[in-house]
């Protein structure tokens, strides 16, 4: 049987030993939110990703089961899996005490704050971008039909039609 092992900064290891193993599950002990976890894939198609934190997905994305989770996984414990897996032990693995899905649902108040949040920070990336288009020169007209605005240095746009040519929505600054 064959399997791999994808590091968190995206090295490829055919069939690594189990001190590999416990090596590059050490990695997940330095903080990375850009890459937060590593797995282990079987050539069946089952994968299990450890994260930096302590949950552990098990998962076959070919055969379309899964995903489920496990939380407060050790990383003994997580080796432990990933040796079964290495091994096609899957009746094993499915005794683990899964949960459906990537992980718990987020709370309400949570998901809340992280949706503003991202509001705020599109809002700022638009707002940049937007700025940067610079002034609208009165000379030419906006070619959007029934727009009277000036056109912006290298384009045939006003700012807000410019903004919306481009990103497809309304632009959320001076209509």
């Given at each position: 049987m064959t399997y791999y092992v994808q590091t968190r900064w995206g090295d490829s290891e055919d069939a690594p030993?189990?001190?590999?193993?416990?090596?590059?599950?050490?990695?997940?002990?330095?903080?990375?939110?850009?890459?937060?976890?590593?797995?282990?894939?079987?050539?069946?198609?089952?994968?299990?990703?450890?994260?930096?934190g302590d949950t552990v997905i098990w998962e076959n994305p070919e055969e379309e089961q899964?995903?489920?989770?496990?939380?407060k996984v050790s990383r003994e414990d997580a080796l432990r899996m990933w040796l079964l897996l290495s091994r096609g032990a899957f009746n094993e693995l499915e005794s683990e005490p899964w949960r459906d899905g990537y992980g718990p649902p987020i709370p309400e108040a949570e998901r809340n704050q992280r949706q503003q949040e991202a509001m705020q920070i599109t809002l700022k990336i638009d707002r940049d971008f937007y700025d940067?288009?610079?002034?609208?020169?009165?000379?030419?007209?906006?070619?959007?039909?029934?727009?009277?605005?000036?056109?912006?240095?290298?384009?045939?746009?006003?700012?807000p039609h410019h903004f919306e040519s481009l990103y497809n929505r309304s632009c959320p600054f001076e209509h």
């Open positions: 030993t189990e001190a590999r193993m416990r090596e590059i599950l050490s990695e997940l002990d330095t903080p990375d939110p850009e890459h937060p976890d590593t797995w282990l894939s079987h050539e069946t198609g089952w994968t299990l990703s450890v994260f930096e899964g995903p489920r989770y496990l939380q940067s288009l610079g002034p609208e020169d009165p000379t030419r007209t906006c070619r959007h039909e029934g727009c009277n605005r000036g056109a912006v240095k290298f384009g045939i746009f006003c700012r």
